[in-house]
Antibody, heavy 120, light 111 residues
Framework: EVQLVESGGGLVQPGGSLRLSCAAS????????MSWVRQAPGKGLEWVAN????????YYVDSVKGRFTISRDNAKNSLYLQMNNLRAEDTALYYC?????????????WGQGTLVTASS | QSALTQPASVSGSPGQSITISCTGT?????????VSWYQQHPGKAPKLMIY???NRPSGVSDRFSGSRSGNTASLTISGLQTEDGADYYC???????????FGGGTKLTVL
């Protein structure tokens, strides 16, 4: 059974940093593109970033470029999102998602999310 | 403002069919086969319903179908059931600086 479990969310002051983690199991992690997608309270989905199987390609939404870094550790079956210089508008539930095999940009499994709140 | 435009809400009665539209541009929906649809119930994670414009993942009911005409993708749900009531989001690969764009979401109410 495919499982994605996010952790690392919490309350942080604007300008602060957080590192989100996603533990994957039930599939060959190193074979898939992986993504982070967020959802602000009461709002719609927003794609944040994705990363190729070997970490050689990474893409970001414009609003987080230069502040967020996606990475992965295939030996640990884990996905990460380092978030620096957080802003109030980054407040959201952050989902880890597995992209379809050989089809990045479309996610077939999602975790339950971890909540990030940037507020003073 | 979302990159892809969806109606805020649609409604239908059990047994009826409804269609949700998703309008983009020639840089996203009109140019990519990576168009997908997600269903999200309150408090739950999104679920992939359609990928590659019109393909259904294993386990998704054949009452759900996807199509595209020009820059507009559509999700059709036939034989509406009460459990279909949820939020639906379209997404597409985009040739812009942000490679994935979502629609603003459509709330489906099954009356």
């Amino acid at each position: 059974e495919v499982q994605l479990v996010e952790s690392g969310g919490g309350l942080v002051q604007p300008g602060g940093s957080l590192r989100l983690s996603c533990a994957a199991s039930g599939f060959t992690f190193s074979s898939y593109w992986m993504s982070w997608v967020r959802q602000a309270p009461g709002k719609g989905l927003e794609w944040v970033a994705n990363i190729k199987q070997d970490g050689s390609e990474k893409y970001y939404v414009d609003s987080v470029k230069g502040r967020f870094t996606i990475s992965r550790d295939n030996a640990k079956n884990s996905l990460y999102l380092q978030m620096n210089n957080l802003r109030a508008e980054d407040t959201a539930l952050y989902y880890c998602a597995r992209d379809l095999l050989l089809r990045p940009y479309q996610s077939d499994y999602w975790g339950q999310g971890t909540l990030v709140t940037a507020s003073s | 403002q979302s990159a892809l435009t969806q109606p805020a809400s649609v409604s239908g009665s059990p047994g009826q069919s409804i269609t949700i539209s998703c309008t983009g541009t020639s840089s996203d929906v009109g140019a990519s086969n990576y168009v997908s649809w997600y269903q999200q119930h309150p408090g739950k994670a999104p679920k992939l319903m359609i990928y590659d414009v019109s393909n259904r993942p294993s386990g998704v009911s054949d009452r759900f179908s996807g199509s595209r005409s020009g820059n507009t993708a559509s999700l059709t749900i036939s034989g509406l059931q009460t459990e279909d009531g949820a939020d639906y989001y379209c997404s597409s690969y985009s040739r812009s600086s942000t490679p994935v764009v979502f629609g603003g979401g459509t709330k489906l109410t099954v009356l």
